[in-house]
């Protein structure tokens, strides 16, 4: 069965049509409703196992969901983000981690990178499982007929190499850097164009960001892209320069549309994106390294065919869904078997 505040309409049949049973029950309407509501659904269909995804572990909603009678209690971390707190604050932060996170039996931290910050944050070590995320390798596949399109679409010059980012815009992606790394391409009059998906609070600067650096003729801005598939299929590389990232499915589905990567040697990047081999990383907010990386993939066709074939197999063997829901159906029957001990 599946709880959401609003299940999303394109969804909710396809789950339905699955055997599941879909409810909607919004948290937003006070801890009490919730709780109730929660509590008679569990009870109707006997719950006895939960698996939360809810980006804020320090809310009641795990222990709403075990004063509701649930016994086992799954929490799936998804948040980028870096754990800095010092001193007293620290303290703090571990303390209250602690106690809101008391009922989780498991908590599934979809990198190592998250598994660290939640041992930083104060989370027991020994609840903790890791679980990449996977993603729909029948619908992220290579096609070479998207880059003529985009190439077509927006007049590029031929030999015009694509480079494509795709998130919502907001401080810790560090788009700043990205502009500031296409004005140093320009200068090196490296035959390179990049196109944003997504928008967010930044938009606006960036776009000042860029004429003001005289790089409009160099990146285009889209906007939100409701389905970015085929602008990965068109790309000749991938860039993101996230600090603290917790996965970056994008990465995977660029990689399984057979894309190098070009990214930052943090957060979860050097899990997903195998240094030297599916793609180049470089020290986070440092634009020359970054322009540096783009250059050399511009300028060398073999590298990207060799990191684009190398991509396709490291997704295949390590970011599908089915592996995703493999692993997390063995975490659940471990929890079932550990109960009939």
């Known amino acids: 069965m599946l709880i959401f505040s609003a299940p999303l309409k394109e969804f909710e049949q396809k789950f339905i049509d699955a055997g599941a049973l879909v409810y909607a029950i919004s948290y937003e309407k006070g801890a009490v409703d919730f709780y109730r509501r929660l509590r008679q659904v569990f009870k109707d269909n006997n719950v006895t196992l939960a698996h939360i995804i809810f980006f804020d572990y320090f809310s009641p909603v795990t222990w709403i969901v075990r004063a509701a009678g649930v016994k086992h209690i799954i929490y799936e971390m998804q948040n980028s983000g870096m754990f800095r707190a010092t001193s007293w604050k620290k303290l703090l932060l571990r303390a209250r981690t602690r106690i809101m996170t008391a009922p989780m039996t498991r ?137 603290g990232e917790a996965f970056g499915l994008v990465l995977a589905e660029a990689m399984a549309c057979g894309v190098p990567i070009v990214g930052t040697r943090s957060g979860s990047l050097p899990e997903v994106v195998e240094e030297g081999k599916t793609g180049l990383l470089v020290p986070a907010r440092n634009f020359e390294e970054l322009a540096t990386a783009i250059q050399a993939l511009s300028t060398d066709t073999t590298l990207r065919r060799s990191m684009a074939a190398q991509a396709l197999e490291r997704v295949k063997n390590h970011f599908t869904v089915q592996d995703a829901v493999t692993k997390t159906i063995n975490i659940y029957e471990r929890l079932r078997v550990e109960e009939s001990r």
Not at 107 to 119: D, G, H, M, N
Not at 137 to 162: H, V
Request: proline fraction near 6%; charge should be negative; charged fraction near 25%.
């Open 107 to 243: 908590v599934i931290a979809i990198s190592e990178f998250v598994k660290e910050q939640l041992v930083k944050a104060g989370v027991a070590k020994e609840k903790i499982i890791v679980r990449y995320l996977g993603i729909d390798t029948e619908r992220f596949t290579p096609d070479a007929s998207s880059k003529e399109e985009w190439t077509s679409k927006f007049n590029l010059p031929p030999g015009q190499i694509i480079a494509s980012t795709v998130s919502y815009l907001r401080p810790f992606k560090n788009p700043d850097i990205l502009v500031e790394a296409f004005r140093e391409l320009k200068t090196r009059n490296v035959p390179v164009r990049l196109f944003v998906a997504g928008g967010g609070e930044m938009l606006p600067d960036l776009k000042e960001l860029s004429q003001k650096l005289d790089v409009e003729d160099y990146i285009h801005w889209l906007g939100n892209v409701s389905d970015p598939k085929s602008l990965l299929q068109a790309s000749d590389m991938f860039l993101l320069v996230s600090t």
